[in-house]
């Protein structure tokens, strides 16, 4: 599975769409993008997934460049309960579900 | 909805001794992957199972051991504890016709 690259931390202010990046240069054609949260010290939480279009569900959105070497996802109007550390993991098989270094988003009021 | 159950949630063991750790997916799920994640890190993966058969290895010490059982449970079995096995361990499920994994929230372990 690719590896993934993601920036330690980030800011964003509260009501403001939070942006997060991943590269991911070295993905396959088959291989999924999965973004997955974990707020402090809980379980990790799926957010949303895509191979190839944007995704939209009701968390947040997924853009993913037509190169696919990269990816965005948007959190549309952050709030203080979406400070976590989220996750950007690039995927064909199931059986290798590895994470990486995440990014802290940090929601300030 | 039903999530993923792991027991306990909470536990204390002195070094040297032994804990078992329960994960209980999420009905049908018959996929069960478990993670360490020490305290500041990241989810490291462990080891999982698929239909009862390990189906990948990860860099779980040779003192573990795990199995999933044929109600699709799964525990993982820690022998000789050390200082540095306290960590958060979670479990995570799925089956294979879903494109997502289920995690739990997770048992603390204490290491004293």
């Known amino acids: 599975d690719a590896k993934t690259t993601q920036p330690p931390s980030m800011d964003c202010a509260e009501g403001r769409a939070a942006n997060l990046p991943c590269n991911h240069s070295?993905?396959?054609?088959?291989?999924?993008v999965y973004w997955y949260r974990q707020i402090h010290s809980q379980g990790p939480q799926y957010i949303i997934h895509?191979?190839?279009n944007n995704e939209t569900n009701e968390m947040a959105s997924l853009i993913i460049t037509e190169d696919r070497k990269s990816s965005t996802l948007i959190l549309p109007h952050a709030t203080l309960r979406d400070t976590a550390v989220y996750y950007c993991i690039a995927l064909y098989n199931f059986n290798k579900f590895y994470f990486g270094s995440g990014t802290k988003l940090n929601v300030k009021p | 909805a039903a999530g993923v159950i792991q027991s306990p949630r909470h536990l204390i063991k002195e070094k040297r001794e032994t804990a078992t750790l329960k994960c209980y997916p999420i009905p049908r799920h018959d996929t069960v992957y478990w993670y360490q994640q020490g305290p500041g890190q990241d989810p490291q993966f462990l080891i999982s199972?698929?239909?009862?058969?390990?189906?990948d290895k990860g860099s779980i010490p040779d003192r573990f051991s795990a199995q999933q059982f044929s109600d699709y449970h799964s525990e993982l079995n820690m022998s000789s504890l050390e200082l540095g096995d306290s960590a958060l361990y979670f479990c995570?499920?799925?089956?294979?016709?879903?494109?997502?994994?289920?995690f739990g929230s997770g048992t603390q372990l204490s290491v004293l």
């Open positions: 199972f698929y239909e009862k058969m390990q189906s």
């Open positions: 070295t993905i396959s054609g088959n291989e999924y």
């Open positions: 995570a499920s799925t089956d294979r016709g879903n494109e997502k994994l289920f």
């Open positions: 895509g191979l190839k």
